[in-house]
């Protein structure tokens, strides 16, 4: 019988298999410092922060809306992820979002922003993932979120 410990807690966002070899993840990332995968509990808190910015422009500007929220929220992500590589709350947690299939600081781009962008407007793709820590979004998209 597996232990608490072996399967890990939901919170944790799965453990990634690692390369002690060369002190990198199964995704090829570093196990620690900055270019690391981010943990869960910084980027819930991220996502908490980019919808308490979209509902206030939504308030602000759209008599509060929630359609209008999630409109906001949703361009937000597009514009912000795609120009910079973080949204407003990613930047505040110091994370940022990265493609994967690359080495180093580059820009994700309006396709997979727009893929990661709709997927997480969604809800369950972002709430659903798997061992290494993506959510569906993220692994439609070719990103991952990494600790700057």
Do not use: Q
Request: aromatic share 4%; charged share 20%; net charge positive.
């Amino acid at each position: 019988m597996p232990t608490r410990g072996e399967i890990g807690s939901w919170m944790s966002g799965g453990d990634v298999p690692k390369d002690e070899t060369n002190g990198r993840d199964g995704l090829g990332l570093p196990t620690s410092g900055p270019g690391s995968r981010a943990r869960l509990g910084r980027r819930v808190v991220a996502l908490c922060l980019d919808w308490a910015v979209a509902s206030g422009i939504s308030y602000a500007l759209l008599d509060f809306d929630e359609l209008a929220t999630l409109g906001v929220f949703a361009v937000m992500n597009l514009v912000l992820v795609a120009s910079v590589g973080s949204t407003i709350g990613h930047r505040l947690l110091g994370l940022r979002v990265r493609r994967l299939d690359v080495e180093g600081p580059h820009l994700v781009g309006f396709g997979r922003a727009a893929v990661r962008a709709l997927l997480v407007c969604l809800v369950i793709p972002a709430v659903v993932w798997d061992a290494d820590g993506r959510g569906l979004h993220d692994k439609a998209a070719g990103t991952v979120i990494v600790r700057r």
